[in-house]
């Protein structure tokens, strides 16, 4: 059993999670508010959702925006290449074929 949670804390110290902070977790818990209002109410889920999702993205795990001249190995981090595509405009047309199909 000492095994197990000597295990366990070494992950959460080599997680993400060992970083956040208090904000984070208010923010996380508007998300699941979010979450529980579109899903369980039906209050607009189609907008509700997306948000609650990327709150939920960005809090959890904060280096998902990181740019590639801040990070170790030069590779940036998931919402910074999707800011990138809306950068140069190539998000917008995507979206756009993607609802027309």
């Given amino acids: 059993m000492n ?12 997680s993400a999670f060992a970083n956040l902070t208090y904000l984070n977790f ?10 529980y ?15 609650a999702f990327g709150m939920l993205l960005v809090n959890i795990y904060p280096d998902i925006m990181i740019s590639p001249e801040e990070s170790d190995n030069g590779v940036g981090g998931l919402l910074y290449y999707f800011y ?17 199909a």
């Fill in 3 to 14: 095994n197990v949670m000597e295990i366990l804390g070494r992950l959460l110290q080599q």
């Fill in 26 to 35: 208010i923010m996380i818990a508007v998300a699941c508010v979010f979450l």
């Fill in 37 to 51: 209002l579109a899903i369980r109410k039906g209050f607009e889920p189609l907008l509700l959702v997306p948000i």
């Fill in 84 to 100: 990138t595509l809306d950068e140069w405009s190539i998000l917008p047309s995507l979206i756009f074929l993607g609802v027309g």
